[in-house]
């Protein structure tokens, strides 16, 4: 079994959850009903237990709404848990070089 496909499973069974904490959306312009997006994710910072991360949508090269969202990682209880030692190593590969960003931003 791939290294994603076993951390997917454990994240499938519930022994990890990962809700948004923090999202802030600055909405640039309107889709249309038949447009194609294409929806851009890219992750930021890796902390102990939070993630953060920027997505675009945009329409034919043009940004529709730009986001910023800090991820948290929380046990089947509701509390704040570290994320999993391999699911960091895993999403290291994907993290970009530009750091943290400021969650606050408008």
């Known amino acids: 079994m791939s290294e994603a496909a076993s951390l997917s499973g454990r994240i499938e069974n519930g022994e990890h959850v990962f809700p ?39 329409c034919t090269g043009e940004d529709l709404v730009r986001m910023t969202l800090r991820i948290a ?10 994320l999993p030692n391999r699911l960091q190593s895993v999403l290291q590969k994907f ?12």
């Open 20 to 58: 948004t904490r923090v999202y802030y959306a600055n909405f640039l312009r309107p889709a249309r009903l038949d447009d194609v997006l294409d929806i851009h994710s890219r992750l930021l910072r890796i902390g102990g237990a939070s993630m953060n991360m920027e997505q675009i949508i945009r």
């Open 73 to 82: 990682c929380v046990n089947r209880a509701g509390a704040a848990a570290r």
């Open 95 to 106: 993290l970009t070089k530009q750091g943290a960003i400021n969650m606050r931003q408008s």
